[in-house]
């Protein structure tokens, strides 16, 4: 039997409501917050990662699923999506739109990486990235957004974690003095930490090697060699989450693991496990970096199976898959058609219903009803469609009621019928809407 590749997961339509519920309340603070969806190809050349995620990274040296087209040209699947987006925003010109640009995005990401609890190989991300404003306050409402979504899904025991990794020009010198803290034991670090000694020795402060972790410990901090506009771009990100009573700490050991970051870095962490479940900061060089007009830029992105894992932690059973409203169980060759027509009807009024396609029997017909747990269920034969009348049970209470063969008695007889007095131009009318409980 072919199994799945190592690192991917099939989401069954047994869970896959979850996925849809989380996506649904992430997408709706996301469009209230001015955000337009924007999509992305699956693969890109390879060169933009090169350029955009930094080739001293990990997810540039050793998770990239890249390979070579039949054209002969290097491909790879996105790894991240901040890139990708940044290259569309350049190439479509949407540098003319109004400023700022504020987008989201919902995407699979292929990483090649070990594999864990909560960590995939393929795995989806919700993102967001507002292009076009330097201000903190950008900085800021990201944050706000991310906050909103632990909110809105109930997941306490999230702790925010902020950093400044600085501009160019003051990690320039922060960089030198990391490098002579490194240097002494240079030879004890492993063998990708060596590799970024001379071109990106904050890349050594990502390594997940316990022994450069703990060569690490007592290293230099960045904030201290902050310069004076990225000190006051901190201190004004900083000085508004506290008058917001966004709680916070200040974690120096935050680099994010992509080297387009710039300024203010963020993650929030789960208490529980330590583990970090979304991750930020702004990218003010990325877009110049990849070909465009200089231009500042801010976002974050959240995993979604990390994000499903704490959601369930804390909401388990909260959220219902949803359920039949109606089964329509037939019988005789009259009926097919009557039914048919039926059922049909009532789709297009937004009720979930079914009837049988399998030819089965009555009783087999109600069996099913009971399994897809089926709030009522209407039988037709052919009696039924001569009188254009039939049976309705309530299968909680097992009333019966005789309803008409049509769509609007079934959601009369189903308690969803609500009046409306509509006033227009100094006329009232009566509006019968059916809605849905």
């Known amino acids: 039997m072919i199994q799945k590749p190592k690192g991917t997961k099939d989401i069954l339509p047994d869970e896959v409501y979850k996925w849809q519920y989380i996506e649904k309340v992430v997408k709706e603070i996301f469009?209230?917050?001015?955000?337009?969806?924007?999509?992305?190809?699956?693969?890109?050349?390879?060169?933009?990662?090169?350029?955009?995620?930094?080739?001293t990274t990990d997810v540039v040296q050793k998770e990239m699923y890249t390979f070579e087209d039949k054209g002969g040209r290097s491909i790879t699947l996105r790894p991240e999506g901040t890139a990708g987006v940044v290259r569309s925003y350049i190439e479509n010109g949407m540098s003319s739109k109004t400023?700022?640009?504020?987008?989201?995005?919902?995407?699979?990401?292929?990483?090649?990486?070990?594999?864990q609890k909560g960590r995939y190989r393929e795995f989806r991300q919700l993102?967001?990235?507002?292009?076009?404003?330097?201000?903190?306050?950008?900085?800021?409402e990201t944050i706000l957004i991310a906050s909103k979504i632990f909110e809105k899904l109930n997941i306490p025991n999230i702790k925010l974690y902020i950093n400044s990794i600085g501009c160019p020009t003051c990690r320039a010198k922060y960089q030198e003095a990391l490098r002579n803290f490194i240097r002494p034991n240079l030879d004890r670090y492993c063998d990708t930490c060596k590799t970024r000694f001379e071109k990106n020795p904050m890349r050594i402060l990502d390594c997940k090697e316990k022994t450069c972790k703990e060569l690490n410990q007592g290293a230099p901090v960045i904030i201290d060699y902050?310069?004076?506009?990225?000190?006051?771009?901190?201190?004004?990100?900083?000085?508004?989450?506290?008058?917001?009573?966004?709680n916070f700490e200040i974690d120096s050991s935050i680099v994010?693991?992509?080297?387009?970051?710039?300024?203010?870095?963020?993650?929030?962490?789960?208490?529980?496990?330590?583990?970090?479940?979304?991750?930020?900061?702004?990218y003010d060089g990325l877009v110049k970096e990849i070909g465009g007009q200089d231009t500042p830029a801010v976002g974050f992105a959240v995993g979604i199976e990390r994000l499903l894992e704490v959601f369930e932690r804390y909401n388990k059973g909260t959220v219902k898959d949803k359920k039949m409203d109606i089964y329509i169980a037939n019988i005789g060759d009259k009926s097919n058609v009557c039914v048919t027509k039926l059922v049909d009807e009532l789709q297009s009024k937004g009720i979930y219903v079914e009837r049988d396609i399998c030819q089965r029997s009555l009783k087999a017909q109600f069996k099913y009803a009971d399994k897809k747990g089926a709030?009522?269920?209407i039988t037709v034969g052919d009696d039924e469609v001569i009188s254009n009348k039939?049976?309705?049970?309530?299968?909680?209470?097992?009333d019966e009621i005789e309803v008409e063969l049509n769509a609007d008695d079934i959601l009369c007889q189903m308690g969803r019928r609500i009046l409306t007095v509509v006033c227009q131009m100094g006329r009232s009318f009566l509006t019968v809407k059916y809605m849905k409980t």
């Not at 400023?99 to 594999?115: G, S």
């Not at 693991?257 to 930020?280: H, I, Q, R, W």
């Not at 039939?390 to 097992?398: L, Q, V």
């Open 99 to 115: 400023t700022p640009l504020k987008l989201w995005y919902e995407m699979a990401m292929y990483r090649y990486e070990n594999v």
């Open 256 to 282: 994010r693991g992509l080297d387009y970051y710039t300024k203010t870095v963020f993650e929030f962490v789960s208490e529980d496990d330590g583990l970090t479940v979304l991750g930020g900061g702004r």
């Open 127 to 140: 993102g967001t990235e507002i292009i076009g404003s330097g201000s903190y306050l950008a900085d800021v």
């Open 31 to 55: 469009e209230n917050n001015g955000m337009k969806e924007i999509r992305v190809p699956v693969f890109e050349h390879t060169e933009l990662f090169l350029r955009g995620v930094g080739e």
């Open 390 to 398: 039939a049976k309705m049970k309530n299968m909680e209470t097992g």
């Open 226 to 246: 902050l310069c004076e506009e990225c000190s006051k771009h901190f201190e004004n990100t900083k000085k508004m989450l506290n008058e917001l009573e966004i």
């Open 375 to 377: 709030k009522y269920v």
